[in-house]
């Protein structure tokens, strides 16, 4: 059985291919996304066959999970190691499950979610979620810390699935 190892801390991937980096605020969607943070799961023995199984796990745990179809999708310009699901609207309500309580003087909320599946480094392959709860100032979306509830549901899903040999 390959060994997994989850990764509980916060992770930059400014090794990866997409553009990445930590900042507090971001501004409106774009393919420059910046994260914050991400959960992760590490597989140390990367093969197309490990990406192309994290890629079809990330795509069909959205698709089922936000109810949303493969025109949803955003793809990194820079290459297929990750995607998005265009950033979509929320009630102030439904925020409080990816976030710890805000303020409730937001003219919108929104998430942006990202599935992250990229070669690291020589044998090494990433599979990570990242779910950003927003809220929209007037101005800026600021981004709130998501409780990484959801992102470990999704990786114990693949722990658990059948995918594992």
């Known amino acids: 059985m ?10 930059i991937l400014s090794i990866c291919s997409l553009q990445i980096g930590a900042e507090e605020v971001s501004e409106a969607f774009d393919n420059n ?3 914050k943070d991400g959960h ?3 597989h140390n023995a990367c093969t ?14 959205f698709l089922k999970h936000y109810n949303k179809n493969e025109k949803d999708l955003i793809i ?11 950033p979509f609207d929320i009630s102030y309500k439904d925020l ?5 309580p805000q303020p409730n003087d937001f003219q919108r909320y929104r998430l942006v979610i990202l599935a992250l599946y990229a070669p690291v480094l020589k044998d090494t392959c990433l599979l990570g979620f990242g779910i950003f709860p927003e809220g929209w100032d007037g101005k800026n979306w600021i981004r709130f810390k ?5 992102e470990s549901s999704f990786l114990e899903d693949y722990l658990n699935s059948e995918n594992i040999k």
């Open 2 to 11: 390959t060994r997994y190892k989850i990764l509980l801390s916060s992770f």
């Open 33 to 35: 996304f910046l994260v």
């Open 40 to 42: 992760f799961l590490k």
């Open 48 to 61: 197309s066959e490990t990406l192309l199984e994290f890629k079809s796990f990330s795509k069909a745990t």
């Open 76 to 86: 990194s310009k820079e290459g297929d190691d990750g995607f998005f699901i265009k």
């Open 96 to 100: 409080l499950t990816y976030t710890d």
């Open 146 to 150: 998501s409780n990484k509830i959801l």
